[in-house]
Nanobody, 123 residues
């Protein structure tokens, strides 16, 4: 599978953005999907994950209640709806795919990664 993330941009604090990650191939539904982010000078960190069927989701405490991950297997796409954005959400956001849900939430797993999309939140 190959991944292409999009939807980043510049937004004011309190605003919203929706990121998309489009996957190539016909096996998208066999992958659990995750979103990660990396701020300047910091390590890449987990943000959200969704199971293959979409019935299970997990969030980092820092985004819980503000971000929502979803997927459309018919469109081979996973989304990250980001609301109430804060300046500390500024980062490059990456999507990841792994057949194993427990693995997709870990940065050290051998997941397939997409290129990043920049999110900048101005205060």
């Amino acid at each position: 599978v190959q991944l292409q993330a999009s939807g980043g941009g510049l937004v004011q604090a309190g605003g919203s953005l929706r990121l998309s990650c489009a996957a190539s191939g016909r096996t998208f539904s066999t992958y659990a999907m995750g979103w990660f982010r990396q701020a300047p000078g910091k390590d890449r960190e987990f943000a959200a994950a969704i199971s293959r069927s979409g019935t299970q989701t997990d969030y980092a405490d820092s985004v819980k209640g503000r971000f929502t991950i979803s997927r459309d297997n018919a469109k081979n796409t996973v989304y990250l709806q980001m609301n109430s954005l804060k300046s500390e959400d500024t980062a490059v956001y990456y999507c990841a795919a792994n057949p194993i849900y427990a693995a997709v939430i870990k940065t050290e797993s051998r997941s397939v990664w997409g290129q990043g999309t920049q999110v900048t939140v101005s205060s």
